[in-house]
Antibody, heavy 120, light 110 residues
């Protein structure tokens, strides 16, 4: 399993950013995928997940209405569109594969993360 | 979506055992066996070490074990080794069809 995030960077409050995650070495469309973030020096926070076909999405309260998760199975890619960014969105954003083959597993594989910094 | 409750820190000497608790509610830990544990050494991405309360992914040493009673899940590390020093996080599925993490526990090997 290989997951490689990109698209992080410095953005001003109120701005937008789109993260991407390139997946390989597994059948991407068979798996739910999640975004998980970690603010500097803080713990992990689940952000959003999307079903394998892309029809089902759920969001954390802290990002609902501002962030949109999507995927392109033809390109083996996962995305996170982040709008109306705030300082407290500053974090390393991880792309992760979920596994619903059994009872349900969040994040059985992780990318290396991409840093998003929201600051004026 | 309140975080699950973990102790901020635990410590133990090499060879000893330590247990990290993860307390939730009937809306998350108490309702599902979808509880996982992750290990995160400094400067690295987290790694799954326990899933579905008690199961270990391939390659995770048998020194790591998980359990659950009611609304509280636990991770036990037996025969502590210096390489086990890391942050540990639990997660659980919730009745709102979302996921929630614990606040994390820093393990120090003395």
């Amino acid at each position: 399993v290989k997951l490689v995030e990109s698209g992080g960077g410095l953005v001003k409050p109120g701005g937008s950013l789109r993260l991407s995650c390139a997946a390989s070495e597994f059948t991407f469309s068979d798996y739910y995928m999640s975004w998980i973030r970690q603010a500097p020096g803080k713990g992990l926070e689940w952000v959003s997940y999307i079903s394998g076909g892309g029809s089902t999405m759920f969001y954390a309260d802290s990002v609902r209405g501002r962030f949109t998760i999507s995927r392109d199975n033809a390109k083996n890619s996962l995305y996170l569109q982040m709008n109306s960014l705030r300082a407290d969105d500053t974090a390393v954003y991880y792309c992760a594969r979920d596994n619903w083959g059994g009872s349900g597993i969040l994040a059985d594989s992780w990318g290396q993360g991409t840093l998003v910094t929201v600051s004026s | 979506q309140s975080a699950l409750t973990q102790p901020p820190s635990v410590s133990g000497s090499p060879g000893q055992s330590v247990t990290i608790s993860c307390t939730g509610t009937s809306s998350n830990v108490g309702s599902y066996n979808r509880v996982s544990w992750y290990q995160q050494p400094p400067g690295t991405a987290p790694k799954l070490i326990i899933y579905e309360v008690i199961n270990r992914p391939s390659g995770v040493p048998g020194r790591f074990s998980g359990s659950k009673s009611g609304n509280t899940a636990s991770l036990t590390i037996s025969g502590l080794q210096a390489e086990d020093e890391a942050d540990y996080y639990c997660s659980s599925y919730t009745t709102s069809s979302t996921w929630v993490f614990g606040g994390g526990t820093k393990l120090t090997v003395l």
